[in-house]
């Protein structure tokens, strides 16, 4: 099973529909995204992924009241609130936009991955046996903007960049 992961939007509507345009060719059935939408405009764009998106509240997410009642209007969005926890067949995710917030959820050994955003880097590491990865940013800051593919199975992560 694989799962897509985006971070850092800040509100780059081209960048994020040409990554969920990908990312819907891909065999993907969960995208998390771990924080820094800004806006509630950008939950119409992440409602286009064909299916399950779970999204964690970032520290440049404003307006997170009506983030969360855009989302009410799909039924493939879920808000987490600061983190979040997905259940898969394969095995559990935790998600969170801070890297501080999300390492103590790699000290419990329970989850097969977890993910994190807010540095705009790209980055993967094992803490306590865990996959501990930033996606990098869908922005387009500090890195090209892209995002990554982990593989619940064999723990494999793929970076693909926004074209």
Do not use: Q, W
């Not at 990908?22 to 939950?43: A, K, M, R, W, Y």
């Not at 992924?49 to 799909?74: L, P, Q, Y």
């Not at 103590?104 to 955003?117: D, L, P, Q, S």
Request: proline share 4%; net charge negative; glycine share 10%.
């Amino acid at each position: 099973m694989k799962i897509a992961v985006i971070s850092d939007t800040h509100d780059h509507l081209d960048n994020l529909a040409k990554a969920i345009d990908e990312i819907n060719g891909l065999d993907t059935e969960i995208l998390l995204h771990c924080g820094d939408l800004c806006s509630p405009f950008v939950i119409d764009r992440l409602a286009k992924f064909k299916g399950e998106v779970h999204v964690v509240f970032g520290n440049n997410d404003g307006d997170r009241f009506r983030i969360s009642k855009v989302a009410e209007r799909f039924e493939n969005i879920t808000i987490h609130g600061e983190i979040g926890i997905v259940e898969t067949p394969v095995g559990e995710l935790a998600f969170a936009h801070k890297p501080e917030t999300a390492i103590g959820f790699t000290h419990t050994g329970r989850y097969k991955a977890v993910f994190y955003g807010h540095t705009h880097r790209r980055r993967t590491e094992m803490a306590d046996g865990t996959p501990f990865i930033n996606p990098g940013e869908l922005m387009g800051l500090i890195e090209e903007p892209g995002y990554i593919l982990f593989d619940m199975d064999d723990g494999s992560v793929e970076h693909f960049a926004v074209k």
